[in-house]
T-cell receptor
């Protein structure tokens, strides 16, 4: 039972490069989320998809785009990476509201 | 504006004793609260939750208390075990889309 799978686990980029972080869940969940975690801070919501075909901005959306490819997959794209986007990125999913979110193990991204 | 705050960055307790982790929030529209546990290099794992219609929820060694008038929740772990050593995040939700707002986290260390 894989749950939420994120790829890659680690990545180093140069400033200005682009990159897509992949997330897939096998729990038939409706809603999916992207968060970033920075030192000394909690997780902050970047974008979310309440259901297949919809996406909405979260707290820190600038510099990112997302695609809800199908019910299983939700990708996060950095079009022109900046050092401020160095972070650990987590994907999460839930079946519907007021249930605990299930998280992947994260993608550790460094931008030089 | 930090809507969810964990004011203690760290907590150290002896094995067998009680661990009490605290969390304050400012948004009175939050109606669902969760605690997550996180080990290094892993994603957050759901621990326990409480809805705003309750003031207490228990699950084994873990109890969450909610004081709505004070906008405060706490997590009690009794008895504490060395395996409980991790970062604990509180989170809150106000919408049916399951968007979570996280606190900064508290590092719990349980000494044998």
């Amino acid at each position: 039972n894989a749950g939420v799978t994120q790829t890659p686990k680690f990545q180093v980029l140069k400033t200005g490069q682009s990159m897509t972080l992949q997330c897939a869940q096998d729990m038939n969940h409706n809603s999916m989320y992207w968060y970033r975690q920075d030192p000394g801070m909690g997780l902050r919501l970047i974008y979310y998809s309440a259901s297949e075909g919809t996406t909405d901005k979260g707290e820190v959306p600038n510099g990112y785009n997302v695609s809800r490819l199908n019910k299983r997959e939700f990708s996060l794209r950095l079009e022109s990476a900046a050092p401020s986007q160095t972070s650990v990125y987590f994907c999460a999913s839930i079946r519907n509201g007021y249930q605990p979110q299930h998280f992947g193990d994260g993608t550790r991204l460094s931008i030089l | 504006d930090q809507q969810v705050k964990q004011n203690s960055p760290s907590l150290s307790v002896q094995e067998g004793r009680i661990s009490i982790l605290n969390c304050d929030y400012t948004n009175s529209m939050f109606d669902y609260f969760l605690w997550y546990k996180k080990y290094p290099a892993e994603g957050p794992t759901f621990l326990i939750s409480i809805s705003s219609i309750k003031d207490k929820n228990e699950d084994g060694r873990f109890t969450v208390f909610l004081n709505k008038s004070a906008k405060h929740l706490s997590l009690h772990i009794v008895p504490s075990q060395p395996g409980d050593s991790a970062v604990y995040f509180c989170a809150a939700s106000e919408t049916s889309y399951g968007k979570l707002t996280f606190g900064q986290g508290t590092i719990l260390t349980v000494h044998p």
